[in-house]
């Protein structure tokens, strides 16, 4: 059964389980001393920049916690939207692995700006109150929202300025960088990020994510920090086969493209319905919609999906690289019948 539910559901693109399958054929050098390792940090420096320093982990917490671990002390705090995944979806990892406080800021759309952070940039100096110390902000956001590279730039321009750190959670950057339609450095390194996670699993591979360094300070202990946060893989080419595959001919934004294509022919389908209500703009692969109640049930014993507020009957749409324009269809389909069985239409 196709879902909505997450790209997370989807399976594994065929060209990545075959280089998972050829990684498979010999013996090689374990924890990243491997010809697939050194391919696939080499692809992300000619994309990125000489100077970064790439490290692959197991999952998105996981890179998340390295990252922020790498970039605060525990008396120090992360200023992040308040539906961060790093503070709704990671059980308090963060919190536990860093010992930091995390500020979350009510956004109306998943973005921080300067001005909504302003207020909290206080206390700076005094031993007697957490310092400041990084700006977490996710590409896409949790509520499928983009920043603009103009956004980016302000904000990292304003972190800087505060002495304070960016770092971009970039579960869905393949997405972002597809929609925005600029190369990938950029919307990352270029706008001033520091340092981020480099999303997988949600864009076709079995498992594993990057995370990419370009501040030097940030580095210096970045492989010890990996190590006793559990995320040092032995048989790393596991992991760096799939990126190499991945950039090859360009997959990881083919695969991006192609979910956006689908999130926007479903918001063409049911955007005229007038029982739908659309609560965020669709700007890459996810729909935030709120439903009338009697349909969220019915709908989701056929084409599974999540509720994003229970409350408000606000559903969160996720397409994926193996959506086709047939479960679009059968989906429209589906919603319609239900309206005019409801009486809805």
């Known amino acids: 059964m196709k879902s909505f539910a997450s790209d997370n559901y989807s399976g594994v693109h065929p060209t990545i389980f075959e280089a998972l399958i050829e990684a498979n054929e010999d013996h090689a050098s374990s924890y990243g001393n491997d010809m697939y390792t050194e391919k696939a940090e080499a ?8 100077d970064t320093q790439v490290l692959f982990v197991f999952n998105g917490t996981g890179a ?42 009510v956004t109306p759309d ?3 700006t300067p001005e909504l ?36 730039s302000r904000l990292c321009e304003y972190a800087h300025v505060h002495g304070l750190l960016v770092h971009l959670d970039g579960a869905r950057i393949a997405n972002a960088v597809a929609s925005l339609g600029v190369n990938v450095k950029a919307c990352t390194v270029d706008c001033g990020v520091d340092i981020m996670s480099f999303g997988g699993t949600k864009n076709g591979l079995l498992m594993g994510e990057a995370i990419l360094i370009f501040n030097p300070e940030l580095a ?34 083919t695969m991006a493209r192609h979910s956006n294509h689908m999130a926007k022919l479903l918001e063409q389908e049911i955007k005229d319905l007038p029982f739908i209500e659309f609560t965020q703009p669709v700007e890459a692969n996810a729909l935030f919609v709120r439903l009338p109640e009697a349909m969220v049930k019915p709908l989701q014993q056929e084409f599974p999906f999540y509720l994003w507020d229970e409350q408000q009957f606000e559903a969160r749409w996720m397409c994926s690289f193996d959506t086709t324009e047939d479960d679009i269809r059968l989906f429209v389909q589906h919603i319609k019948m239900l309206a005019e069985f409801q009486h809805l239409a």
């Open 43 to 50: 692809k992300f420096k000619s994309l990125f920049g000489d």
């Open 64 to 105: 998340n916690v390295v990252c922020l671990q790498c970039a605060v002390h525990s008396f120090e705090s992360i200023i992040c939207a308040e539906t961060a995944h790093i503070c709704s979806d990671e059980c308090g990892a963060p919190v536990k692995a860093t010992g930091s406080m995390l500020q979350p800021i």
């Open 110 to 112: 998943g973005k921080l």
């Open 117 to 152: 952070i302003d207020p909290y940039i206080k206390g700076i100096g005094n031993m007697h109150n957490v310092q400041p110390r990084v700006i977490s902000i996710s590409q896409t956001t949790e509520v499928g929202t983009l920043y603009q590279v103009e956004e980016l």
């Open 220 to 253: 210096r202990n970045a492989q010890y920090v990996r190590k006793q946060a559990t995320q040092l893989f032995s048989k790393m080419r596991f992991i760096s086969a799939q990126f190499v595959a991945l950039f090859e001919n360009d997959l990881w934004l």
